[in-house]
């Protein structure tokens, strides 16, 4: 305990980490706020209907990720998914295209360029997905809710929510760039996090509330929930490390080189991207409850409890985890790089061979990783078969815990760096603490 003080202490000795942490601080607090500011022309006191449907299901999925702006109908309400999904789109049209590529490998430029691109997209997503909410809230309150009708209200609405999902991206980029940790990551696990109390007193309460067996279940619960967050974090942290030889090279009458260095390969390199995008292909079978042919297909596939559903859900996981891996860990330009540096790894040849040894050990690697990042992917349903609320039984696995623990690791990574540079101890006693980014 006294380790930790000391180290708070020495957190707010160093005036640029603190006024870093403040501003942070502000700007998560701005969220907050807004995530509680209503759409203009709804009466508040009647989103009882719409808060109930954001309790579980993809919709539950979206209000935890929004911090409960969905269920509030908030300026908030459709969060930061909506740039997310622009996102994974530009990614994808840098495998396909070549002129993307050609951003990519233009450095900083580029980068501006698809942030840019990115931007736009997102607001055509958010024009298409506007509307749909609206509908949504059409459909869920009453007509007395709505204190303005007609297109006009709509098309106001609609303005509203693109420009509450462009603030929230501005708030981002700023904590980004002045704050602490990547903005856009920060504030969706606030959001996560925000609901957790009212998830956890519900449990309890609910627990408390039996007659026998509630305490110890309430105890074998968390005991669980530690088990499963310590997985998470190995899950996020796992390296295999590839032992690296730089050639030796000899400079007038010194000798320079010959130090053994690894490459980490990571165990899970593809994040919490896979579930993401199984996630948006499993709301398909939803489309299907609309056609009488197709509707018992629809409800059995729709099923987050079913056996079905999360097999799918699985087996898509795992399948993504290989193609986003695939896309971001290129062993070619990896081998090319360490041919260019004088490195080789020991007993393999440079070049192809090297090549085809990294591509072998990452198809290995990946194996057991995308098995893990499946099955906390479906641990909520086996939490909600256990009898576990579903607000609660989300913090069981899935998006949110990923999300949690890999922000939560990055955050304190530099935290400890900038400890380190000022000749701190660091957060833990080896000065050795990992993110997602690395070793």
Excluded at 131 to 156: D, E, K, V
Excluded at 207 to 215: D, E, H, K, S
Excluded at 236 to 256: D, E, H, L, M, S
Excluded at 423 to 431: A, F, I, S, V
């Amino acid at each position: 305990m006294k380790k930790l003080i000391e180290t708070i202490k020495n957190i707010f000795k160093i005036e640029e980490l603190r006024k870093r942490i403040i501003y942070t601080v502000l700007l998560v607090l701005v969220y907050r706020l807004g995530s509680f500011v209503v759409l203009p022309g709804i009466d508040p006191t009647q989103l009882g209907a719409l808060k109930h449907q954001a309790s579980g299901g993809l919709l539950g999925l979206l209000d935890m990720f929004s911090g409960g702006a969905f269920g509030n109908a908030s300026v908030f309400a459709l969060g930061v998914m909506p740039y997310i999904s622009a996102s994974i789109v530009i990614q994808l049209l840098g495998i396909m295209f070549p002129y993307f590529q050609r951003l990519q490998r233009e450095g900083e430029s580029g980068r501006r360029k698809m942030n840019q691109m990115t931007r736009y997209l997102t607001i055509v997503i958010l024009a298409l997905q506007g509307p749909a909410y609206l509908t949504n809230l059409h459909m869920q309150l009453p007509a007395t809710a709505f204190l303005m009708q007609g297109f006009s209200f709509n098309l106001f609405a609609t303005l509203v929510l693109v420009g509450g999902t462009m603030f929230i991206m501005w708030l981002g980029e700023r904590i980004t760039d002045r704050g602490l940790g990547n903005g856009i990551s920060l504030i969706i696990m606030v959001g996560i996090i925000a609901r957790l109390p009212q998830a956890l007193t519900a449990e309890i309460s609910s627990r408390l509330g039996q007659n026998t067996g509630g305490m110890l279940m309430l105890i074998v619960e968390f005991f669980l929930l530690f088990l499963v967050f310590v997985a998470a974090i190995a899950l996020v942290q796992g390296t295999r490390r590839i032992p690296v030889q730089y050639a030796k090279r000899i400079v007038g009458n010194k000798q320079y080189g010959g130090v053994r260095q690894y490459i980490p390969l990571k165990i899970n390199a593809a994040g919490v991207m896979p579930i993401i995008f199984a996630q948006a292909l499993m709301l398909f079978p939803m489309m299907l409850s609309g056609f009488e042919a197709t509707r018992g297909l629809a409800a059995t596939l729709s099923n987050h409890l079913g056996f079905w559903y999360n097999f799918i859900f699985f087996l898509m996981i795992v399948a993504f985890t290989y193609f986003y891996t695939a896309v971001t860990v290129n062993p070619t330009n990896m081998a090319e790089d360490m041919k260019k540096n004088g490195g080789f790894i020991p007993g393999v040849k440079p070049g192809k061979k090297t090549a085809e040894y990294l591509d072998a050990i990452m198809s290995r690697i990946t194996l057991p990783g995308s098995i893990c990042l499946g099955f906390i992917a479906i641990l909520p349903t086996f939490a909600m078969k256990l009898g576990i609320i579903n607000s609660f039984a989300y913090f069981y696995g899935g998006t949110s815990l990923l999300i949690m623990v890999g922000v939560v690791l990055d955050t304190l990574q530099q935290i400890e760096s900038h400890l380190l540079m000022r000749h701190y101890d660091g957060l833990m006693k080896t000065g050795r603490l990992k993110g997602r980014s690395g070793m």
